[in-house]
Nanobody, 122 residues
């Protein structure tokens, strides 16, 4: 399966920024739609943002719209999540995921990274 490795998590104060990165092992990275998910303790894993194969389109959860930006560099096999104006409620384990579908629904991601912890203190 495709190997995905997240990095960039950490502990920050409310209002700060972080950029998460996800490196993919596949040689056909440009043929995968990519997404970022997060899971807080006691809650389900929810999609945060998704980006198309080419990076020309992106979707965001309402809770992060206008604060987070997803992007990808197919030459580097990497997808990013720029997180600005972080809030305590953004605290979660963040996962990147890959899908062979062109425009996958949240349940259509089959390859997952191990996750990176993001903690936002008030």
């Amino acid at each position: 399966q495709v190997q995905l490795v997240e990095s960039g998590g950490g502990t920050v104060q409310a209002g700060d920024s972080l950029r998460l990165s996800c490196l993919a092992s596949t040689r056909t990275f440009s043929r995968y739609a990519m997404g970022w998910f997060r899971q807080a303790p006691g809650k389900e894993r929810d999609i945060v943002a998704a980006i198309s194969w080419s990076g020309n389109s992106a979707d965001y959860a309402d809770s992060v719209k206008d604060r987070f930006t997803i992007s990808r560099d197919n030459d580097k096999n990497t997808v990013y999540l720029q997180m600005n104006s972080l809030k305590p409620e953004d605290s979660a384990v963040y996962y990147c995921a890959a899908s062979e579908s062109t425009h996958p629904h949240p349940y259509e991601y089959d390859y997952w990274g191990q996750g990176t912890q993001v903690t936002v203190s008030s």
